[in-house]
């Protein structure tokens, strides 16, 4: 591996023994307090926002907009958007070992190309199409849905230029996952929402949809990033305001989320943690790799009880 992974191991042992501080200091409190007090004092800690005042369900509109705003530059291979193009080194082995795990794909059959052939998976939050059609590259049937109408729109746009074979494999919905599971409940082998969660206040809602439209034995997979100080750092310091890779206000620290966090939500409604990998991503070779370290970002492969 990199070199670039020491670094991250050195920084992870030095973010870990300040949290520990912190936790042990109560400052966290303090740094609350004070960011109440004085406004964005500490950087992409909270999401000061206008928030809508009852949201219906999991969706921001803040946050759909803010995305949005990404639209034109998404499938930019080197844009903000830039890691989730070589993502699918991680999420669809993720999927595929995951699925073959829980018995839904032969083991002989996972280092096909189309080892997700006759796999039917909905995509929460597909934004413009990366994932969905990553997975249906590898024979998957994917419904994407996402909240955001430019989102889908460029998805639409997007799988229009493709083959009539990944076209026919791929549909796109402006919804929420929370409408699409009231009609569609226990309908699919796999659910995948992937860099979603941090962007959604409302978790719950959101990964109860997720589970509902599961088949009983059904995988549900989430990535997204850790509620840590290395995440922080990583994802809002170095990403948005030092390299300025990704715009300024994409994270905040409130919204990141632990596999912990999410196992509970989902362990309400019948959902059971399997796995949880850490991930590393090393930039300047813009590739991905598992990792035994959860501290910065996840992936969680969970099934559904039978
Ligand atoms: C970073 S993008 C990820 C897109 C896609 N999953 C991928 O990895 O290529 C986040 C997406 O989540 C969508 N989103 C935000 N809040 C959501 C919610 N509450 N329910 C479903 N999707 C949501 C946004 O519209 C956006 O398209």
Redesign the pocket.
Known sequence: MSPYYGLYVVLGLVFKLAEIVIRVLKVNLLMKSLEARFGNFIIGLNDSRPKESAPK????KT??DH??KMVHCWWDKNGP?KM?HT?YQV?VPLVVNGLVETGRIAKGDASKVDSLDGVRIL??????????EDLAQFGAYVVG????IE?IDLAKKHLDTESVDLKDRIEYHTT??EEHAKKFAGTYDAV?????ME??D?KES?LEACVSCLKPGGSLFI?TESQTMLAWFFFIIISEYILRFIPKGTHFYEKFVSADTISSIISKYGCVTHKVHGFFYDRPINTWYFINNQDCNYGLHAVKNK
Do not use: K, N
């Open positions: 369900d999991s969706v921001s946050e759909i995305l949005a958007a989730l993502f999420r995509e929460a939050g597909c934004g413009g199409g990366v994932l969905a849905v996402d909240p955001g989102m929420t996952v995948v929402c992937s860099e979603v962007h959604v409302e959101i990535t």
